[in-house]
């Protein structure tokens, strides 16, 4: 199985990519909704949370693993390589090739969480590739407890919006990574926002690309995570209300989620 981890139920974006482009093999997604959100959390934190996610994912039978949680990707994904003998695939990575492969003009613009805004990662990683290129960064706190509360078209969230990319805007940049799990549930707003000829990058598609590029030269590993038979499982630290309205609104279908108890 494909093990993929978030914070919460945004994380179901890059999940629902996943199972589009790859839909022959089983996912076993947990997201850690009684400790969301992680973006406000420390770097410590953060860390020890998505170690007993993985460690989670792979007693599941996960063969390999998804960080789809930006924040998570941006403070952990050295240390889970480190330490679990699993691929370890995140969201960061595609969406920085993908931008880099767009953008004319060499000024990125990037949203994300405070915690990922703060751990610099988008700005090395396309400066490591690129290094002319300007990177405008932003922290967006307000837009994922907008999300959580299904306020995906109101004018305040509209007004929010604006606000946190008139900076990014007067930078005049032509590419714009949507550096968090919920913002594609705002891509409309933002695309409207930021303007329409900027290119707005979700990392979803791009990481299932990757993916799908990785078990085609791994046939082996894709034939084991194909062969479990089982299906997809979703689950999640909590269950609310709230979860589960956007787990069905990413998917398009009722999402069954099972809660398991994580230690505090
Ligand atoms: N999943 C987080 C991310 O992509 C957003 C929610 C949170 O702060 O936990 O950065």
């Known amino acids: 199985m494909i093990g993929v981890f978030d914070s919460g139920v945004g994380g179901m974006t890059v999940a629902r990519a996943i199972e589009q482009l790859l839909p022959r093999y089983p996912l ?13 959390k420390s770097a410590d934190t953060i860390a020890a949370y998505s170690c007993q996610n993985t460690e989670f994912l792979l007693e599941q039978g996960a063969k390999l693993i998804v960080i789809a949680c930006n924040t998570a990707a941006s403070i952990a994904s050295d240390l889970l390589r ?12 595609p969406a920085v090739h993908t931008a880099l492969r767009c953008t ?24 490591a590739q690129r290094e002319g290129c ?4 932003q922290a967006c706190p307000l837009l994922v407890p907008l999300v959580e509360e299904g306020w995906l078209d109101k004018r305040e969230t509209k007004m929010i919006v604006r606000r946190y990319l008139q900076p990014l ?7 714009f990574v949507l550096g968090c799990t919920h913002y594609p549930l705002l891509r409309e707003i933002i695309q409207a926002r930021i303007g329409k000829k900027v290119q707005v990058i979700d990392s979803s598609a791009a990481l299932a690309a990757e993916l799908r590029d990785y078990l085609d030269q791994h046939p082996e590993l894709a034939a084991g995570l194909a062969a479990s038979g089982q ?5 999640v630290s909590d269950v609310t209300e709230a979860a589960t309205a956007i787990a069905q609104r990413i998917f398009g279908r009722p999402i069954t989620l099972e809660r398991v ?3 505090h």
């Open 231 to 235: 299906p997809s499982r979703y689950y």
């Open 82 to 93: 480190q330490r679990f003998d699993v691929p370890i695939f995140e969201v960061i990575t």
């Open 261 to 263: 108890l994580m230690d």
């Open 28 to 40: 076993v997604y947990f997201g850690d909704l009684a400790r969301t959100p992680y973006g406000s």
């Open 104 to 127: 004319v003009n060499g000024r990125v613009g990037v949203i994300g969480t405070r915690a990922t805004i703060r751990s610099g990662v988008y700005e090395r990683t396309i400066k």
């Open 134 to 137: 300007q990177v405008y960064s």
């Open 169 to 175: 805007k007067n930078n005049q940049v032509d590419t």
